[in-house]
């Protein structure tokens, strides 16, 4: 499926951004002014913003595939990528179906593991919740995790609100039963970079620096800000991400 995007910067080099999960595109907007010197490709990944689909059920690998067959219809070659969250596993995927096309990879708090037990059967318990009450019964909670600003948080509800009930099942089941990438990215073909919140409470900061520990030659770089860094801490999180590219 070729996804609803948009590009913004010019030069050389090519930095593709994925959001995550019930999210769009419009959560890398804040960071926007510090990206002006790299090529920036944003998309809305398959049934979020505006890539609107009823092919559901899908994987982290179907989406993976629908990202790749965008950036093939925009011709782009090797490219830098940075995922949010769900973004980051989607990334994943896509650093294994394409990895010589990858410059370099920047896990925006997100992480390359498989679901623990525990999380599997929140991930579980929030489909029945949506199935059985609608989205309204678990967006204050989602809210809650991603920030505590509160204006982070009016821009981000209509956001959720107006993402498909049927999206929202879909990439929870679909997280649940992700893939381990910790051995694959070990490997280490490209650089690798974990950008970890301090007061993330879906990624904690120990869990993140324990992740990066497995990834020998990974670098972890440290945000004052929650599960939102691109929305909390644009201009930080720019930074770092071209400080690497260049």
Avoid at 19 to 24: M, Q, T
Avoid at 79 to 94: N, P, R, T
Avoid at 123 to 149: F, H, M, P, W
Wanted: glycine residues 6%; contains cysteine.
């Amino acid at each position: 499926m070729k996804l609803a995007h948009e590009k913004f910067g010019e030069g050389d080099q090519t930095l593709v951004l994925i959001h995550g999960y019930p999210l769009s595109r419009a959560i890398w907007m804040p960071m926007h002014p510090w990206l002006k010197s790299v090529q920036c490709v944003v998309v809305d990944l398959r049934g979020h913003g505006e890539s609107l689909t009823n092919d559901y059920p899908f994987t982290m690998a179907d989406l993976a595939d629908d990202v790749i067959e965008t950036l093939q219809s925009l011709n782009i070659g090797k490219f830098w990528l940075a995922g949010h969250s769900m973004g980051g596993y989607v990334s994943c995927e896509i650093t294994q179906k394409i990895p010589d096309q990858i410059n370099g990879f920047f896990l925006v708090a997100s992480n390359a593991a498989a679901e623990n037990r525990e999380r599997i059967q929140n991930r579980y318990d929030q489909i029945e919740i949506i199935r059985n009450k609608g989205i309204e019964a678990v967006l204050s909670g989602n809210l809650d995790k991603l920030t505590a600003d509160e204006a982070i948080k009016k821009q981000l509800e209509p956001i959720l609100a107006t993402t498909d009930k049927r999206t929202w099942m879909t990439c929870l089941e679909a997280m649940a039963k992700r893939r381990d990438f910790t051995t694959w990215l070990a490997e280490k073909r490209f650089p690798i970079f974990y950008l970890a919140g301090k007061q993330d409470q879906i990624m904690p900061i120990d869990f993140m620096t324990d992740q990066v520990s497995k990834i020998d030659g990974a670098e972890i770089l440290y945000m004052e800000s929650g599960h939102m860094p691109m929305m909390e801490t644009p201009f930080s999180v720019a930074s770092e991400i071209v400080k690497r590219i260049f």
